[in-house]
């Protein structure tokens, strides 16, 4: 089992910064990748970033050039700086974790994802 547990969401004004953390627990040896996903009000949830364990790195169109991901190992904590926030962007965000054993979908795609933490919200007034 793997724990996550996410923080740093808040409210914030368009054009303004936040920086997520997620920290991680239990069994982390099996894990491949970790990510960032959102979800507002009515929509489908979606993938924002992913980062594997070789430091590769993928956004969604809609954040490439704000946000950045990185993960810290010795601290056990996965991070996703946020830039030029948009009312956009407002969601509940969560983080994951996808076991080398898990199959299914790309990076970016719910279904890749064993683990989920509970979620921090994010909310960009314009």
């Known amino acids: 089992q793997v724990q996550l547990m996410e923080s740093g969401g808040g409210s914030v004004r368009s054009g303004g910064s936040l920086r997520l953390s997620c920290a991680f627990a239990?069994?982390?040896?099996?894990?491949?990748?970790y990510a960032w996903f959102r979800q507002a009000p009515g929509k489908e949830r979606e993938g924002v970033s992913a980062?594997?364990?070789?430091?590769?790195?993928t956004y969604a169109d809609s954040v490439k050039g704000r946000f950045t991901i990185s993960k810290d190992n010795a601290k056990n904590t996965l991070y996703l700086q946020m830039n030029t926030l948009k009312p956009e962007d407002t969601a509940m965000y969560y983080c994951?974790?996808?076991?080398?054993?898990?199959?299914?979908?790309?990076?970016?795609?719910?279904?890749?994802?064993?683990?989920w933490g509970q979620g921090t919200q994010v909310t960009v007034d314009s």
């Open positions: 994951a974790a996808k076991t080398y054993a898990n199959r299914h979908g790309t990076p970016l795609e719910s279904s890749a994802y064993n683990y």
């Open positions: 239990g069994n982390i040896a099996g894990i491949a990748y």
């Open positions: 980062i594997l364990n070789g430091g590769y790195t």
